[in-house]
C-alpha cells in the first residue's frame, strides 16, 4: 500500500520562501515518477512539477518556473519541492503524487485522476 506523507506547508509573505517534503513508503520508491499538484479554493487541482524515478527529467508548470525546484533522494525515499518568490496565486492545498506504473515517466497531459497516488496534502498560504 502506498503512503504519501506531506509536511512543510505554513504562512509565508510574498517574496518568501518554503519547502514542502513527502516521505513515500509501501513500494520501491527508485522505479516511479513522483510530482507535485496543488489546488486553490474552487478550482480543479493543477499540475505543478514532476520528476522522473532517476531524477534526470523533470516538468514543471510555467506558472512556477524558475522559482521552484524539485528533488528526491531515492536513498531516504523522499520528494522535496522548494519554492522561492512566492506570490499569493501560489495560495493553495499541495499534494504529493506518486506515478502508478514503474519507469513511465508521467507527463503534465496526462490523466490526473487515473495516473497518481496522493498524499493528504499540505496548506500553503502566501500572504500579500
Known amino acids: 500500500q502506498v503512503q504519501l506523507v506531506e509536511s512543510g506547508g505554513g504562512l509565508v509573505q510574498a517574496g518568501g520562501s518554503l519547502r514542502l517534503s513527502c516521505a513515500a513508503s509501501g513500494r520501491p520508491f527508485s522505479r516511479y515518477t513522483m510530482g507535485w499538484f496543488r489546488q486553490a479554493p474552487g478550482k480543479e487541482r493543477e499540475f505543478v512539477v514532476t520528476?522522473?524515478?532517476?531524477?534526470?527529467?523533470?516538468d514543471y508548470a510555467d506558472s512556477v518556473k524558475g522559482r521552484f525546484t524539485i528533488s528526491r533522494d531515492n536513498a531516504k525515499n523522499m520528494v522535496y519541492l522548494q519554492m522561492n518568490s512566492l506570490k499569493p496565486e501560489d495560495t493553495a492545498v499541495y499534494y504529493c503524487?506518486?506515478?502508478?506504473?514503474?519507469?513511465?515517466?508521467?507527463?503534465?497531459?496526462?490523466?490526473?485522476?487515473?495516473?497518481?497516488?496522493w498524499g493528504q496534502g499540505t496548506q500553503v498560504t502566501v500572504s500579500s
Open positions: 520528476i522522473s524515478w532517476s531524477g534526470t527529467s523533470t
Open positions: 503524487a506518486a506515478g502508478r506504473s514503474a519507469y513511465y515517466y508521467y507527463r503534465p497531459t496526462d490523466n490526473i485522476r487515473e495516473s497518481y497516488y
